[in-house]
């Protein structure tokens, strides 16, 4: 089903972005034709804003892309929905949302005064792909090849396993944390990402 941008006089249909993990509303912003098509072809939500009168890609100038997991269309074919990955705060003020309360703790507090979710790191892991930070690990390791982060994930998974049998608590916390991060590096290094992954195990589950 597609979008019917013709149903409104000024050929805009609403937004609502979600967060693909959290369910989360982010934010509500408006698309025309251009926008939409835009949108599908990168992977990476952009609006038509109507202060600019032009189209405006969240995130071009504070870096906080949405990135599209997938896009739903209402029954009357006037409203979109869209699931994403937020890169930082959604809302110009610094919350997480738009419909944050002004309370609510803001992205730019320290990573102690708010609870850090693997969903976190997934994102962080894959700003520092899209970014080519040469000084990131994250980085240099993509950058040798996807029989190397394999590798590095058959590593950390032995030594796991063995913390898991003859380790101390404490050890086997520490490297279980490792092999959840190059798991992760790895999805990024095939193309995907725990989303899929959630929707391979709703597939085992139903």
Same mark, same amino acid.
């Given at each position: 089903? *597609?979008?019917n941008?013709?149903?409104?006089?000024?050929?805009?249909?609403?937004? /609502? /972005?979600?967060? $693909?993990?959290?369910?989360?509303?982010?934010?509500?912003?408006?698309? %025309?034709?251009?926008?939409?098509?835009?949108? #599908?072809?990168?992977?990476?939500?952009?609006?038509?804003?109507?202060?600019? #009168?032009?189209?405006?890609?969240?995130?071009?100038?504070?870096?906080?892309?949405?990135?599209?997991v997938? /896009? *739903?269309?209402?029954?009357?074919?006037?409203?979109?929905?869209i699931?994403a %990955?937020?890169?930082?705060?959604?809302?110009?003020?610094?919350?997480?949302?738009?419909?944050?309360?002004?309370?609510?703790?803001?992205?730019?507090?320290?990573?102690?005064?708010? $609870?850090?979710?693997?969903?976190?790191l997934?994102?962080?892991?894959?700003?520092?792909?899209?970014?080519?930070?040469?000084?990131?690990?994250?980085?240099?390791?993509?950058?040798?090849?996807?029989n190397?982060?394999? #590798?590095?994930?058959?590593?950390?998974?032995?030594?796991?396993?063995?913390?898991?049998?003859?380790?101390?608590?404490?050890?086997? /916390?520490?490297?279980?944390?490792?092999?959840?991060?190059?798991?992760?590096?790895?999805?990024?290094?095939?193309?995907?990402?725990?989303?899929?992954?959630?929707?391979?195990?709703?597939?085992?589950?139903?």
């Open positions: 089903m *597609e979008p941008f013709s149903k409104n006089n000024d050929k805009l249909l609403p937004v /609502i /972005i979600q967060d $693909a993990t959290s369910k989360k509303v982010l934010m509500l912003g408006y698309m %025309n034709k251009e926008a939409f098509a835009k949108t #599908q072809a990168e992977n990476r939500v952009t609006f038509y804003s109507r202060s600019k #009168q032009r189209l405006w890609t969240k995130g071009e100038s504070s870096n906080n892309f949405l990135d599209v997938a /896009i *739903e269309i209402d029954c009357d074919q006037d409203a979109i929905l699931h %990955n937020a890169y930082g705060p959604t809302c110009h003020i610094g919350t997480v949302s738009c419909f944050d309360a002004v309370t609510e703790t803001r992205f730019r507090e320290s990573e102690t005064e708010k $609870a850090f979710t693997i969903n976190d997934e994102k962080i892991i894959q700003q520092r792909i899209d970014d080519k930070v040469e000084s990131s690990y994250t980085y240099s390791l993509i950058q040798k090849g996807i190397k982060v394999a #590798q590095k994930v058959g590593e950390e998974a032995v030594e796991t396993v063995i913390d898991a049998i003859n380790g101390k608590e404490e050890d086997f /916390i520490y490297e279980a944390g490792d092999l959840m991060y190059h798991y992760l590096v790895l999805l990024k290094a095939k193309g995907f990402s725990l989303a899929d992954i959630e929707k391979e195990l709703a597939k085992r589950h139903s």
